[in-house]
């Protein structure tokens, strides 16, 4: 069972490498802000409660995405695993997780933080191009005053998470600038050299 979390600030890489390391390791990657997206773009009630938070780069209530969540790992694909790519991000999330995975026996394997300079951040999140019905678009969360507000929220609710993670020994820091296939090869490394088997 391995359970992984990437941590890092909106523009670090989360979901271009979780879904690299996932597949590396034959595991799901579970982004939340993926599932946000796919709940607004469908107008599903979830959807229409989460999307004014997601156009103001502001995070969705912990009880709603905490359910969200939760029920995601009920699904079988998580049965040998998972990678979580944008949970947790406050620390009542971090808390619930701790729950949500004692109830079913498991802990986390490893934190992978990923590093990347506030310049290079915005850089990345201002030319940042999504796939959206085979159109390539931006964001509407990657405008310049949104991308601020949201490192500003990644400051004050996510930064503490590594700390804490730090304090229980289960924190990797990686330095995710460059190239992409190098970030990911720096990833499977440190998560390997922690005693958490790759092959
Ligand atoms: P992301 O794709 O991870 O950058 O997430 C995009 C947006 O989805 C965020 O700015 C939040 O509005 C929302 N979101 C994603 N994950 C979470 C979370 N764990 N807690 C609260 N809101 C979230």
Redesign the pocket.
């Known amino acids: 069972m391995v359970c992984l979390l990437l941590l890092g600030p909106?523009g670090a890489g989360?979901?271009t490498q979780g879904q690299l390391v996932a597949s590396r390791l034959s595991i799901p990657p579970i982004?939340?802000?993926?599932t946000?997206r796919a709940h607004v773009a469908a107008g599903t009630p979830l959807g229409l409660s989460a999307r004014g938070?997601?156009e103001a780069?502001?995070?969705?209530p912990d009880a709603v995405?905490c359910a969200m969540l939760s029920e995601r790992l009920t699904e079988p694909d998580t049965a040998a695993g998972f990678l979580l790519d944008?949970?947790?991000?406050?620390t009542a999330?971090a808390e619930a997780l701790q729950g949500i995975l004692a109830e079913r026996g498991h802990e986390l394997t490893r934190v992978i933080e990923l590093q990347v300079g506030a310049a290079e951040l915005v850089e990345r999140l201002s030319a940042r191009r999504v796939v959206i019905d085979g159109q390539s678009l931006q964001r509407s969360?990657d405008t310049p005053d949104t991308i601020r507000h949201?490192l500003e929220v990644y400051q004050r609710e996510t930064v503490p998470l590594s700390d804490w993670y730090g304090s229980l020994g289960l924190l990797s820091r990686v330095d995710a600038s460059g190239d992409v296939d190098e970030v990911t090869a720096r990833i499977l490394d440190s998560f390997s050299r922690n005693g958490a088997g790759v092959d």
């Open positions: 909106p989360k979901g982004s939340t802000g993926d946000f938070y997601l780069g502001d995070l969705v995405t944008g949970f947790p991000r406050t999330q969360d949201r």
